[in-house]
């Protein structure tokens, strides 16, 4: 069974860092695009940020490129997101997602099979 465990949310203020993680456990994610999004109150899940766990290929939203940097560590089987400058509208709950058929595209929210649960990032101005 396809787990993914996110960690690393929680309260910094305006110009801060954090550095998300999400464990992968289940099966080979060798092909998979993983990816992360976010969902800030009364707002839909946005795309922010994935990568091809094969190349490492990035790929990000514009609102955080030059901020965040996304990461995978093969032998641990996870995920990173690391998040710099953070900004009051960066508040959100993150997600870590799988895409295990990759190609159809990274942004698609409908396209990732698997979700985590989703960690709390709250940015104070």
């Known amino acids: 069974q396809v787990q993914l465990v996110e960690s690393g949310g929680g309260l910094v203020q305006a110009g801060g860092s954090l550095r998300l993680s999400c464990a992968a456990s289940?099966?080979?994610?060798?092909?998979?695009?993983m990816g992360w999004f976010r969902q800030a109150p009364g707002k839909e899940r946005e795309f922010v940020a994935a990568?091809?766990?094969?190349?490492?290929?990035?790929y990000y939203v514009d609102s955080v490129k030059g901020r965040f940097i996304v990461s995978r560590d093969n032998a641990k089987n996870t995920v990173f997101l690391q998040m710099n400058s953070l900004k009051p509208e960066d508040t959100a709950v993150y997600y870590c997602?799988?895409?295990?058929?990759?190609?159809?595209?990274?942004?698609?929210?409908?396209?990732?099979?698997?979700w985590g649960q989703g960690t709390q990032v709250t940015v104070s101005s």
């Open positions: 990568v091809r766990w094969s190349s490492g290929t990035t």
């Open positions: 289940g099966r080979t994610f060798s092909r998979a695009v």
């Open positions: 997602a799988a895409d295990l058929s990759p190609g159809r595209g990274v942004v698609i929210i409908t396209n990732y099979d698997y």
